[in-house]
């Protein structure tokens, strides 16, 4: 589904993207990890051409992203991504933000697209919050809306950029059990997180990034159980400690 | 010491100074503040367009348009404008367009400068995140303006630009210079028949502090009123 192949990147003279590979299949969810800076939020974010890369190629459902003659906006439209920050429109009601691109951008009705709006946010369990402003809501609220608001637009893959790092602790688990119902029911998932529970539980591998590479590109219980790298096993003994 | 005034010349003069003359002023004023902000939104996403060719030619306009003085701009436009509707149309001679056009059209050019500053500081206020998220739900680069950006850059704006549109509705005044019947030229022009000079001068200071004091307090609290919760 998603195949990244030797992407690499630089900002002027840095390269923070060094001959990266990996893919993920239909079906497969993918975490990706590593310390701050290792470049792993830069690596999803090209998957859907919000960051340009300079060399390598990366293909979503056989379209190339980096092609010049591809139409970024209609691939953008079948790859639902989640921000670190949310990133709700702040001036529009939760239903808006739902329905918005799913008139503007797919052209659907506006019946269709509010029962859409309606039927995603039962499941992620805020219908009770649909005519409230994203202002209104706690961030653990925010970010399901955000999962709802990818979901609206029928992704055939969703991006996770970071979903939970800017949450309270107590909102991070509402927010990985949507997640984990979401792996359940066969979404295509590619998540950048620092929750290794999540990973243990649903992710089929893990990539464990670090200055601008990737390491180790791993099964995940044998990522867990028997970390190749030593760059890995030091990445781990440290957020596994506690 | 107002023995010597005759304030009735303000009662009898008052439907040619308001039927008249504020007219014309607030007139003018809506209309050049319509056309500005439209401008000059257009002129704010030309300079943050990153495009030097698209740019350049905006941030040179704007910083003309800044270092002159208005009242200059009036009287070229006023000159200027036929000759620039003759060279447009390629018709024979200059188009007449009238006082008011030219200073319509005068006054939505330099004041779109000044409301492009404002719309460029009230889309760089809006977080990259949210362009973004609407980039990622594969809003094409006018969508993501149009629904995403400029809607909150105008509401963060908005008593911004409102204090911008009361000093516009000052600054109408200098269309003087073109013998306009705007509301000081009303004014003016009863003055100097009638030989009541203070009496109009203070009459009409006094009319357009009252609407520039009552249009800031309302701006105030619209500020209150419009901030987006975040």
Partial sequence: ?242 | MFSNFDFDVIVRSLPYLFYDGMTFTLTLTALATAGAIVFGTLLALMRLSGLPPVALPAAGYVNLMRSVPLVLMIFWFYFLVPYIGQWITGASRPIQVGAFVSSLVTFTLFEAAFFCEIMRAGIQSIPRGQVAAAQALGMTYPQTMGYIVLPQAFRNMLPVLLTQTIILFQDTSLVYVLSITDFLGAASKVAQRDGRLVEMYLFAAAVYFAISFAASLFVRRLQRRVAIVR
Wanted: proline share 4%; aromatic share 6%.
């Fill in chain 1, 1 to 242: 589904m998603i195949t990244i192949s030797h992407v690499s990147k630089w900002y002027r003279d840095f390269q923070v993207l060094k001959d990266c590979s990996t893919d993920v299949e239909k079906g497969e969810v993918v975490v990706v990890c590593g310390p701050s800076g290792s470049g792993k939020s830069t690596l999803i974010k090209c998957v859907n051409g919000l960051e340009p890369f300079q060399g390598g190629t990366i293909t979503v459902a056989g379209i190339s992203v980096g092609d010049r003659k591809t139409d970024l906006p209609k691939l953008r439209a079948r790859i639902g991504m989640v921000f670190q920050h949310f990133e709700l429109f702040p001036h529009l009601t939760v239903t808006r933000n739902l329905v918005l691109a799913q008139v503007k951008v797919l052209g659907r009705g506006k019946m269709e697209s509010e029962q859409r709006a309606m039927q995603l946010l039962a499941r992620v369990g805020l219908a009770d919050h649909a005519r409230k402003y994203p202002g209104e809501l706690s961030g653990g609220q925010q970010q399901r809306v955000a999962i709802a608001r990818a979901l609206a637009m029928d992704p055939i893959a969703m991006l996770f950029d970071e979903p939970t790092s800017a949450l309270d602790p107590e909102m991070i688990n509402e927010v990985l059990d949507v997640m984990v119902a979401l792996a359940a029911d066969g979404m295509t998932m590619m998540v950048v997180t620092h929750e290794m529970g999540f990973a243990r539980k649903v992710a089929r591998r893990v990539v464990f990034m670090d200055h601008g590479e990737v390491v180790e590109d791993a099964p995940t219980a044998e990522f867990f159980g028997q970390p190749r790298s030593e760059r890995a096993r030091v990445f781990l003994s440290k957020i596994l400690q506690h």
